[in-house]
């Protein structure tokens, strides 16, 4: 069946930087756009990045633009979310989520295109 596990989280201090990564397995990777999504406590998930399949293309949410990078590793069924200068607003929990179609829309992820999640990864950015 289909699954995706997330992996990398941690305890950072603000200015760090962590490297999420998440396996997918059950379904070709090649053929989906996968996203990353973000949920601190008491508020909605929301979409962070995403990256299309056969072009590579990535959308970023502005608050992350320029400090994380999605990338994918079809050959591993991998995709990566390397997150650089880290913020205290950066922490939650963090998960990797399949697309319903193989490209990403122009704007930041929305929960309605993902049809499959993984279990998630606490990322806390503290001093």
């Known amino acids: 069946q289909v699954q995706l596990v997330e992996s990398g989280g941690g305890l950072v201090q603000p200015g760090g930087s962590l490297r999420l990564s998440c396996a997918a397995s059950?379904?070709?990777?090649?053929?989906?756009?996968i996203g990353w999504f973000r949920q601190a406590p008491g508020k909605e998930r929301e979409g962070v990045s995403c990256?299309?399949?056969?072009?590579?293309?990535?959308v970023y949410a502005n608050s992350v633009k320029g400090r994380f990078t999605i990338s994918r590793d079809n050959a591993k069924d991998t995709v990566y979310l390397q997150m650089n200068s880290l913020k205290p607003e950066d922490t939650g929990v963090y998960y990797c989520?399949?697309?319903?179609?193989?490209?990403?829309?122009?704007?930041?992820?929305?929960?309605?295109?993902?049809?499959?999640w993984g279990q998630g990864t606490q990322v806390t950015v503290s001093s």
């Open positions: 989520a399949r697309n319903h179609n193989y490209y990403c829309s122009n704007f930041a992820p929305r929960k309605y295109e993902y049809d499959y």
């Open positions: 990256i299309s399949s056969s072009t590579g293309g990535t």
């Open positions: 059950g379904f070709t990777l090649d053929n989906y756009g």
